[in-house]
C-alpha cells in the first residue's frame, strides 16, 4: 500500500501555486494537500504548526528563500523543490535523494516524482541536506557576477554582462560577443555557465546566449530551434538538440 503524504505547496507566485495544485490533484493517493504558502515566513510557520511529510518549496521568495526557511527548521520533512536552477545545480538535489521539478512543471515530470518517492527512504539525513543547501547558496553567490574580464590587445578590459549577447567556443578560446564589440576570454564556456546569472542560457555545446537578446525561435529541423538576438549582427544560432529540455523549459512550452 502506497504512503499517502500530508503535503504543503510552498511557492509566492500564484500561478504556480495553482498549476502545482492542480497537477498534484492528479496524485490523491500519494499527496494530501494540507495548505499553500506565499511566502517563506509563513511556510516556516505552517511546517512547524501543521508537521507535513513533504513540501514543494520554491527557492526564490520574499521575507525567507528556500534555503533559510529549511536551515531554520528543527526538522526537516521531504523536500522537492520547484526551481530554475540549471543542471550543474540541480545534481545536488539529486545526490543527496531530494527532487525538484523545473518550472513550469509538467504532469509527466511530477510522475516521476511519485515514482522516486516509491524509493525514497525517509531517514535521510537532515546534515545531508543542510550541507548540499550550503554549497547551492555558495554556487549562487558565485553566479551574481555583473560583468566579465576580457583581452584586448595587451590589456585586461571589463564588459558588463548586460551588454553581451552570446558567448561562443573558439578553439583554445571563448568569444564574447558585445555591443561594443568582440572579445577573446580564456575561461571555457562550461565554467562560465556555472558563474552567468539565470538569464544566460546554455543552447549549444558551443553556444551560450542571453536570453534578453532573444527577438524570436523557429522551430527548426532534427528537433533543433533557430534563435534570433537583437545584437549589432541580427545572429541567428542554431541549438543542440541536447539542450532541447531546458530550452523549451526556458520558453516556458
Known amino acids: 500500500m502506497n504512503k499517502v503524504y500530508k503535503?504543503?505547496?510552498?511557492?509566492?507566485?500564484?500561478?504556480a501555486r495553482k498549476r502545482l495544485l492542480k497537477l498534484v490533484d492528479n496524485f490523491p493517493e500519494t499527496f494530501e494537500i494540507m495548505g499553500l504558502a506565499e511566502n517563506g515566513l509563513e511556510a516556516k510557520e505552517m511546517i512547524e504548526?501543521?508537521?507535513?511529510?513533504?513540501?514543494?518549496?520554491?527557492?526564490?521568495?520574499?521575507?525567507?528563500?528556500g534555503f533559510e526557511v529549511l536551515e531554520q527548521l528543527t526538522?526537516?520533512?521531504?523536500?522537492?523543490?520547484?526551481?530554475?536552477?540549471?543542471q550543474y545545480s540541480l545534481k545536488a538535489f539529486e545526490t543527496n535523494s531530494i527532487d525538484y521539478l523545473l518550472k513550469p512543471v509538467r504532469l509527466e515530470r511530477l510522475q516521476h516524482t511519485v515514482n522516486k518517492l516509491k524509493l525514497f527512504s525517509e531517514n535521510s539525513s537532515s546534515q545531508n541536506i543542510l550541507k548540499m543547501l550550503e554549497e547551492?547558496?555558495?554556487?549562487?553567490?558565485e553566479k551574481q557576477m555583473t560583468s566579465i574580464t576580457v583581452k584586448k590587445e595587451d590589456k585586461l578590459v571589463f564588459v558588463k554582462l548586460d551588454e553581451v549577447s552570446h558567448f561562443n567556443a573558439d578553439?583554445?578560446?571563448?568569444?564574447?560577443?558585445?555591443?561594443?564589440?568582440?572579445?577573446?576570454?580564456d575561461e571555457p564556456l562550461a565554467q562560465l555557465e556555472i558563474k552567468l546569472p539565470p538569464n544566460f542560457l546554455r543552447v549549444h555545446r558551443g553556444v551560450i546566449i542571453n536570453t534578453n537578446f532573444v527577438i524570436e525561435v523557429q522551430k527548426?529541423?532534427?528537433?533543433?530551434?533557430?534563435?534570433?538576438?537583437?545584437?549589432?549582427?541580427?545572429?541567428?544560432?542554431?541549438?543542440?538538440?541536447?539542450?532541447?529540455?531546458?530550452?523549451?523549459?526556458?520558453?516556458g512550452v
Open 49 to 65: 504548526t501543521l508537521k507535513p511529510d513533504l513540501i514543494f518549496l520554491d527557492i526564490e521568495m520574499p521575507e525567507l528563500n
Open 171 to 185: 578553439e583554445r578560446y571563448v568569444i564574447v560577443h558585445s555591443k561594443n564589440g568582440t572579445y577573446l576570454s
Open 75 to 86: 526538522s526537516i520533512p521531504i523536500v522537492i523543490f520547484c526551481t530554475a536552477y540549471d
Open 220 to 251: 527548426y529541423f532534427n528537433s533543433r530551434f533557430i534563435i534570433s538576438l537583437t545584437n549589432k549582427k541580427k545572429t541567428n544560432i542554431t541549438t543542440g538538440r541536447s539542450y532541447n529540455e531546458q530550452i523549451k523549459n526556458w520558453m
Open 136 to 141: 547551492l547558496s555558495f554556487q549562487k553567490k
Open 7 to 15: 503535503t504543503l505547496i510552498i511557492d509566492d507566485e500564484p500561478p
